[in-house]
């Protein structure tokens, strides 16, 4: 999977953790890997090296930068994406009753989308379908 690709995992979870499309914070993206930003420096200089990421400065605040996938990037990313579901959430499908996939695969395209808006927006998500019904099924 990410090894293939000679990426370390924590390249490969900030390459998966950036959107296809946009950019996010050097902030926001140590936030949310929980990564220092010392750490997170030099792993981004490393995905730049390789072409697979880009820092851009933000205009309105030059001390503020964004990280996001080049094409290059958004390439490998989707195609870790493929391997890892071949490798890994197929067969667990296969496994499942048609209508136990189909849930499956509607809750995660969901949790895609709320943290894509998340991340795009960089504002909390609209209470969704799906944490509504997680806290039904915990009793809250």
Same mark, same amino acid.
């Given at each position: 999977?990410?090894? &293939?690709?000679?990426?370390? +995992?924590?390249?490969?979870?900030? /390459?998966?953790s950036l959107p296809a499309q946009g950019q996010v914070s050097f902030k926001e993206? *140590?936030? /949310?890997? #929980?990564?220092?930003?010392?750490? $997170? %420096?030099g792993l981004i200089d490393h995905l730049q090296e390789k072409g697979l990421v880009?820092?851009?400065?933000?205009?309105? &605040?030059?001390?503020?930068?964004?990280? #996001?996938?080049?094409?290059?990037?958004?390439?490998?990313?989707?195609?870790?994406?493929? @391997? @890892?579901?071949?490798?890994?959430?197929?067969?667990?499908?296969?496994?499942? #009753?048609?209508?136990?996939? @189909? !849930?499956?695969?509607?809750? %995660?395209?969901? /949790?895609?989308?709320?943290?894509?808006?998340? $991340? +795009?927006?960089?504002?909390?998500?609209?209470? *969704?379908?799906? *944490?509504? $019904? !997680?806290?039904?099924?915990k009793g809250g």
């Amino acid at each position: 999977m990410a090894h &293939d690709h000679s990426l370390g +995992l924590r390249s490969f979870l900030i /390459l998966c953790s950036l959107p296809a499309q946009g950019q996010v914070s050097f902030k926001e993206l *140590s936030h /949310l890997l #929980a990564v220092p930003k010392s750490a $997170l %420096t030099g792993l981004i200089d490393h995905l730049q090296e390789k072409g697979l990421v880009e820092r851009r400065q933000d205009q309105q &605040d030059r001390r503020r930068w964004f990280i #996001a996938l080049t094409q290059r990037g958004q390439r490998i990313t989707q195609k870790i994406r493929e @391997e @890892e579901e071949a490798k890994v959430i197929r067969p667990v499908l296969q496994q499942l #009753a048609e209508t136990e996939a @189909e !849930a499956f695969l509607k809750v %995660t395209e969901a /949790l895609q989308r709320e943290l894509a808006v998340i $991340l +795009l927006e960089r504002k909390p998500a609209r209470r *969704s379908r799906v *944490s509504k $019904l !997680a806290n039904r099924k915990k009793g809250g």
